[in-house]
Nanobody, 126 residues
Framework: QVQLVESGGGLVQAGDSLRLSCAAS????????VGWFRQAPGKEREFVAA????????AYADSVRGRFTISRDNAKKTVYLEMNSLKPEDTAVYFC???????????????????WGQGTQVTISS
């Protein structure tokens, strides 16, 4: 059974930083592209960032480009989302996800992902 687990969320002030982690069981995360999405109350889930299985290709939403960095440590089988210069509008539940197929490219469409974590809450106070 595939399970993705996010961690690292919390309550911080505007301008602060957080680093989210995504780990997996039931699949070899190193072989999968990974995407981060977020969902704020009353809003639809939106793409944040994605990284290819080899880590050579990344993609970002315009709203986070230059502030967030996605990376992976294949030795630790973990994908990270480093979030800097956080804003109140970054408040949301953050999810990591993998597509069904291994060795795939990055994708910004949530429909391209099959396995999802339960999410971690990120709250930014002004």
């Amino acid at each position: 059974q595939v399970q993705l687990v996010e961690s690292g969320g919390g309550l911080v002030q505007a301008g602060d930083s957080l680093r989210l982690s995504c780990a997996a069981s039931g699949l070899t995360l190193n072989n999968y592209a990974v995407g981060w999405f977020r969902q704020a109350p009353g809003k639809e889930r939106e793409f944040v960032a994605a990284i290819s299985w080899g880590g050579t290709t990344t993609a970002y939403a315009d709203s986070v480009r230059g502030r967030f960095t996605i990376s992976r440590d294949n030795a630790k089988k973990t994908v990270y989302l480093e979030m800097n210069s956080l804003k109140p509008e970054d408040t949301a539940v953050y999810f990591c996800a993998t597509p069904a197929a291994t060795f795939s490219r990055t994708a910004s469409n949530a429909d391209a992902y099959r396995n999802w974590g339960q999410g971690t809450q990120v709250t930014i106070s002004s």
